[in-house]
Structure formats: C-alpha cells, structure tokens
C-alpha cells in the first residue's frame, strides 16, 4: 500500500503526534510524509519527501498571532503550483493532519482523503466551544483542510468520531517526579515579557522554554532556554506543573503525567480559545491575558494542591489500525 501522509507544520502538536503515528502506518506500506509550514521546534526522524510553504500563522510576542507577518506569507501562487507539483492520484490512501495544500489538491481531483487530527473535533457541535463564538473561525476551521473522511483527538471523546489524544509512547515511558519547579511554554509570548512576572513569585523557580530566544540565561529564579523536544520533556517530567498556551497536546501529556496545569490561549485564536474551553470544563485554571491580574492567578496556582484525574489509554495503534480498514481499500 502507498500511503501519504500530509502534516501541518505550524506548532509543534502536529509533528509530535505524527513521530507516534507515522511508525504505526509503516507497518502497512511505504509511507510517504508531506508538510507545510515552518513554526514547528521538533522534528520527524524519516524523510521528508514534500517539503512546502503552505499557510500558516506566525507567532507574535505578546500573547498572540503576528497578523502582519502571517499577511507577507501568505502566497497563493506557489500555494497552486505546490497543489499540482504532488501526484495524488498515485497514492492508496491520504492522510491529512490539517494540511490545506493536500486537502484542497484532494478536494480538486476528486480524491478520498481521512482527515486525523485534533483540528477535526471541531467538525462536531459537541466539541466544547467558547462563550464568544465567531462564525468567520468555524468557518475557518471547517474549510482550511477540507476532507471527505475524519478521525478526530481531544481530551475527550465528545463525538463518535473523536478519540482520545495520542500521547507518544517517549513520554509513556517517563517516570515522572515533582521536583519543585514549573514548566512554561508560551510560544506567542516573548520570554523577556513574561519573565517580568515570574520573577515576582521569587519562591517559585521557574523553567521557561521559548521560542524567541537561542541564548539561554538565567533571571533571579527564572531559567530561559530554547525550545528542544528533550530537554522540554525532562522539564515537564519533573516539575510540578505546567504553565502553558492552548494549544492541545502539551497541555494533553501533562495531565498524563498527572501535573497541575494552568493555560493562556493565544489572543484572537479561535481554536485556542475552544481548548481553553473543553479544559476549563475538566476543571484547569485559564488565564485570557497578560495583565495585572497574573501574577495572583499564578500563586493561587501554584499554592494549589489540584489537579485534574483524567486518563489516556494507549490506543494509537487502534486509531491506526482502523483508519486503514476503513478507508485504505477506498478507491477513489
């Protein structure tokens, strides 16, 4: 079987998840992998055989999306030259993790693609959502990678195509501890801005991972490093807890490896701010913006003995397994 897989290379969750997935479809065929997309700090170990611009947003400094540079990025020309630079037709089956070049090529040619994401959750009217809807972000979240077929991941299985998430088997293996220090990760926030409000709980020792800066440095009780998957996993396994954006499958392996958590989604990011809303309801704590309000929120936090008791079976290979029962024979 001849198998593309497509993947979003915008914040690091796509590109975790598929290191756990992409082994798993080896065993069926030859796999192919695609992405677009440029924001991602981990990467895969295979080849990467379709490597493209796409359409992604670009992370701001101050708490959300850089609007003017997602705008300079944005290229539709070569975004229709990479649509016919692929030969689809070719391929057995299409799997898409919220691709849009692959999903929008599919939606040309008339091809059967399974969509298996997180971002595929949202197509149910269960998945949890904010108070303040806005019908321009469904839309959105409907039609950037439109598929025929979904397979979706969330913290829970609100639908009867939802599982959920897939936590990789390297953080599985860890044997976590509470050491006493707490883990941020905020990617649409500059560490120079947030560091200005850690340091003023100077009993908390703080472990902050950015991507902003290359030079790691210390302030008072606030270490600043760059983004690396190791590094990053060894933190969260021995802290006490999490401090991070809305994104889904950090804040997912932290609640695996049963550490407090406490989020911020980014401004003006609609599928953020339906994980803030599915993780408020599991009972985490959820911080809207930088402000005055911060630095209490954080030691009602941290002073904080609560945690949330949710559990993750191991069922990727399933998820697999299924996916390519169902709709590997589909011929298009």
């Given amino acids: 079987m001849k198998i593309l897989f497509a993947i979003q290379g915008t914040g690091n969750g796509h590109i975790s998840r598929a290191r756990e997935i992409v082994p798993l479809l080896e065993q069926y065929g030859t796999v ?7 924001q991602a ?28 540079k997602t705008f300079k990025s944005m290229d539709l020309p070569r975004f229709f030259r990479d649509m016919r630079s692929v030969p689809f037709k070719t391929y057995d ?55 025929t077929q979904q397979i979706g991941f969330h913290f829970k299985s609100y639908d009867s195509f939802i599982r959920t998430p897939v936590i990789r088997n390297e953080i599985r293996r860890l044997q976590p501890q509470n050491k006493g220090h707490y ?5 649409a926030v500059d560490d120079k801005l947030i560091v200005q409000y850690l340091h003023q709980l100077p009993d908390v020792q703080w472990e902050v991972f950015s991507k902003h800066q290359r030079t790691p440095y210390r302030f008072k009780n606030v ?44 401004k003006d990011q609609f599928e953020q701010a339906c994980n803030a809303a599915a993780a408020e309801e599991l009972g ?42 169902n709709f590997g024979t589909k011929k298009n």
């Fill in 41 to 68: 700090d981990v990467s895969l170990t295979q080849e990467i055989k379709y490597r493209f611009h796409g359409f992604s947003y670009v992370f701001g400094k101050k708490g959300g999306i850089d609007f003017w």
């Fill in 183 to 187: 883990t941020v990760y905020l990617p």
């Fill in 223 to 266: 270490k600043v490093q760059y983004i690396d998957n190791e590094g990053f996993n060894q933190s969260l396994a021995n802290s006490a807890g999490l401090f991070t954006g809305g994104g889904f499958e950090g804040p997912a392996e932290a609640l695996f490896l049963k550490k407090k958590v406490i989020m911020m989604p980014m």
């Fill in 32 to 38: 192919d992998l695609l992405i677009s997309g440029s």
């Fill in 284 to 325: 985490i704590p959820i911080i809207h913006q930088i402000n005055d309000d911060l630095v209490p929120t954080l030691r009602n936090w941290v002073d904080s003995d609560e945690k949330v008791n949710i559990h993750f079976p191991d069922e990727t290979a399933e998820v697999v397994d299924s996916l390519i029962k």
């Fill in 93 to 147: 089956i299409i799997i898409n993790d919220f691709e849009p070049i692959t999903a929008w090529a599919c939606k040309r040619y008339k091809l059967h693609s399974v969509s298996l994401s997180h971002q595929a959750s949202f197509l149910s009217k269960n998945t949890p959502r904010p108070k303040k809807r806005g019908l321009l972000a469904e839309l959105i979240l409907k039609y950037y990678a439109p598929t």
